[in-house]
């Protein structure tokens, strides 16, 4: 998408989607979304350590994480409405002492060291609106230590699928571009998304030169965890 489009949509997005947590759904996904970054990024790491949240958007996650953590952060996201909101929560989490925030697009992270990131996550699909998903998969792999961990999530094929067959009743043509394509679209106000199988998202990764780590799979988000060597 350019960048007009990817502005647009961001700009009242970022006014309400801080909200989505208040829903007993969300708080669900929330839950056990912590748990698997808990069960594979140490609660031992120091203040040296430094996490990337890779579109981190307006900072909800690293402000729930900080609570655990006592690393540093980067929030690094293209939406600088996203940002701005970012700044007041972590100004009312009292942790941005710990927190970079950077505006900048994931596929030239050019503001980053090579090897400089412990610790990957990209929560809710970030990676679903950036096209170019070769440059941007090897871009994280460039900053990531050796021997680190990413965990990523992705809007997933088969969900898109059976929402469009049962739920929008999509004609022939959409469902031929959603197959073929690995692209979604979800409403007239909706950027086109990047899709991803457990297949697609796996060979994603090895391309950039990930080891893939199958039992971090999760059936609902499409989520995965790789380890650089």
């Not at 996904?29 to 594979?40: G, P, R």
């Not at 400089?116 to 809710?124: A, Q």
């Not at 999509?170 to 950027?191: C, M, R, S, T, Y």
Request: charged fraction near 30%; proline fraction near 1%.
């Amino acid at each position: 998408m350019d960048k007009k489009e990817f502005d647009d949509f961001f700009r009242s997005y970022s006014k309400n989607v801080d909200n989505a947590n208040k829903h007993g759904f969300w708080k669900l996904s929330d839950a056990i979304i912590t748990q698997i970054i808990k069960n594979n990024i140490s609660v031992a790491i120091d203040e040296k350590s430094v996490i990337l949240d890779a579109g981190g958007g307006t900072g909800r996650w690293v402000c729930d994480l900080g609570k655990i953590y006592k690393s540093k952060f980067i929030i690094y996201d293209m939406s600088r409405d996203m940002l701005e909101k970012a700044k007041e929560n972590i100004r009312n989490a009292n942790i941005g002492n710990r927190v970079k925030l950077i505006e900048g697009d994931l596929r030239n992270m050019k503001s980053l060291e090579a090897e400089s990131i412990d610790y990957i996550i990209s929560i809710y699909s970030p990676l679903s609106f950036v096209y170019e998903k070769g440059k941007t998969f090897s871009e994280l792999f460039r900053v990531l230590k050796k021997g680190a961990k990413i965990i990523i999530m992705g809007h997933g094929f088969y969900n898109a699928l059976a929402s469009k067959i049962n739920n929008y009743c999509a004609n022939i043509k959409e469902l031929e571009i959603l197959e073929n394509e690995q692209i979604v679209k979800w409403g007239e106000h909706i950027p086109k998304l990047n899709i991803f199988s457990k297949e697609t998202l796996e060979n994603n990764l090895k391309q950039a030169g990930f080891f893939f780590r199958k039992d971090l799979w999760s059936a609902s988000v499409c989520s995965a965890g790789a380890r650089r060597f």
